[in-house]
């Protein structure tokens, strides 16, 4: 097992990433942020907090998705859905999707038909924690990339979160 | 997790979780059917078969819209309008179906048993949508699954069936089905629409008096009348039936609490269930049809799942 980051390390990539997405969208004017369920969540809300603590609650819209039912191989195995929760319309507007690790890409194409469905948004930009560059699948890359990593498909990598796993850290296993 | 069954012939077979996966899955799609887009692509795969035996409007309507939304493909079967009518039996049916590649069958037929014994010869899952006098499980879990949303809870919970216990499989179904989740259950009607044995059976409580069941009860469902399956007379009108075991407005605003009235469809207006019931704001009638979608959807989505 060997770390990729800690849990101060974590932390600072958060921080960065917030201000990374302000950065490119002041205010936040016409900007909504997505987390992917189950795991993206973790990261999505404390990405949400950060730009609260800095643009104020009222200007962030801020949802959960699911792509359970979207997925390419319902009947190779079976996955329980996670609620999705999107109260707001992301017509016309610019989609920030997060969520933990890339790595095949495939969740990310089951998200981006999931989020179609909801109307037309007018751009999608992608934001992960971790991206394992070489083993994609799908021709689909991050906006916004906490940590690049070149790893093997026999390895695995766990991101811990302090709600779930009672630690906060990213290995390789 | 996953299903304990390969197929869903009736409650009976289900445990616990398997009806609170079932339940929390389809609060899953019932958010699925208020978006833009009602639709989903996990069954794009499958190609479903609706072999319906018997009369149904609700039950076949709910069972392909809920097959339509997960983007399965559908076949539709009546019996009146199909080769049944010339002598084929069930089963030479069904194999000339599934020789097509089809991967799931849902059946209504108006034998107890038809899906159990379709079950023993094909490899493909069967979704029971009412077998005889037997069950109706799909028809239970959208019960229960608006039961718990209305109420919040299906423990504890005291439910009345009210009507023609013998001849319903949906009573039996949510008999079953509440027992296993720890709810109170009542039986209401007359003697001769309750079977004899039912209290050593089920562990059910038998009311004869309506109005007393209704005072006892937190949601009532209310049954209706199957005339087509009663060979004799077994209550003397349906007037007088009304008159007895009808559920009126007065009867609701006499009672201390506010309860939930319920019924499978379709409604005998003026006999089970009075107009200004069935349409009152105790009523959760057309929740229950929404609702059945979402429980199909459910189903059919975890059925197909489990495959491998």
């Known amino acids: 097992m060997k770390t990729i980051l800690s849990e101060q390390q974590l932390a600072l990539t958060v921080k960065r990433l917030a201000h990374q997405i302000l950065e490119n ?53 079976l996955h329980i859905a996670n609620a999705t929760d999107i109260p707001f319309s992301i017509e016309n507007k610019h989609v920030v999707l997060i969520d933990d690790v890339l790595y095949t890409g495939r969740t990310i194409r089951a998200a981006l038909d999931a989020l179609l469905d909801f109307g037309r948004p007018s ?34 990598v766990k991101v811990c979160w302090k709600e779930r796993d009672e630690r906060e850290e990213v290995v390789l296993l | 997790m ?26 899953q799609f019932k958010e699925v059917l208020q ?33 339509r939304r997960l983007s399965a493909d559908v076949l539709n079967f009546t ?34 048993g038809a899906p159990h014994f379709l079950a023993q010869h094909i490899p493909a899952a069967i979704v029971n949508a009412g077998d005889g006098i037997n069950e109706h499980p799909t028809q239970a879990l959208l019960d229960a699954f608006s039961m718990q949303e209305r109420l919040g809870k299906l423990e504890g919970l005291k439910v009345a069936i009210i009507g023609d216990i013998m001849h319903s ?8 089905l509440l027992k296993k989740m720890g709810a109170e259950i009542m039986v209401a009607g007359p003697p001769t629409l309750i079977p004899k044995y039912i209290t050593e059976a089920l562990d059910v409580r038998v009311e004869y008096n309506v109005q007393r069941a209704l005072e006892w009860c937190d949601v009532a469902n209310v049954l209706r009348i199957q005339l087509e399956r009663q060979n004799q007379p077994l209550f003397s009108s349906l007037r007088e039936y009304n008159l007895a075991y009808g559920i009126k407005r007065k009867l609701l605003d006499g009672l201390k609490k506010e309860i939930v009235i319920m019924h499978p469809g379709p409604i005998n207006r003026g006999v089970e269930l009075d107009s200004d019931v069935a349409d009152g704001p105790h009523s959760i009638v057309l929740n229950q049809v929404e609702n059945g979608v979402a429980v199909r959807m459910a189903v059919l989505y975890l059925l197909a799942g489990r495959e491998n």
């Open chain 1, 25 to 77: 969208n002041l205010q936040l004017s016409n900007t909504v942020i997505i987390g992917l369920q189950p795991r993206g969540v973790f990261l999505s809300n404390r990405i949400v907090a950060e730009l609260k603590k800095i643009v104020g609650e009222a200007a962030i819209h801020y949802g959960k998705l699911d792509i359970t039912f979207y997925r390419d191989d319902v009947r190779k195995s």
């Open chain 1, 123 to 156: 751009k999608v930009s992608l934001c992960v924690l971790i991206d394992r560059r070489f083993n994609r699948e799908l021709p689909i890359q991050p906006d916004y990339t906490g940590k690049t990593i070149d790893t093997i498909v026999s390895e695995k």
């Open chain 2, 2 to 27: 996953k299903l304990s069954t390969k197929h869903l012939l009736g409650i009976k077979d289900l445990n616990k979780e398997d009806i609170q996966l079932i339940l929390s899955t389809a609060q």
């Open chain 2, 35 to 67: 978006r833009p887009v009602k639709k989903v692509p996990s069954l794009r795969d499958v190609t479903i078969v609706n072999l319906f035996y018997e009369n149904s409007t609700r039950t076949r309507m709910s069972f392909e819209l809920a097959e």
């Open chain 2, 79 to 112: 019996a009146s309008s199909s080769s049944a009518a010339k002598g084929e039996t069930l089963l030479d049916t069904v194999n000339n179906i599934l020789s097509m590649k089809v991967d799931m069958v849902v059946m209504r037929h108006s034998a107890s």
């Open chain 2, 169 to 176: 499989r949906v009573a039996l179904s949510n008999m079953y």
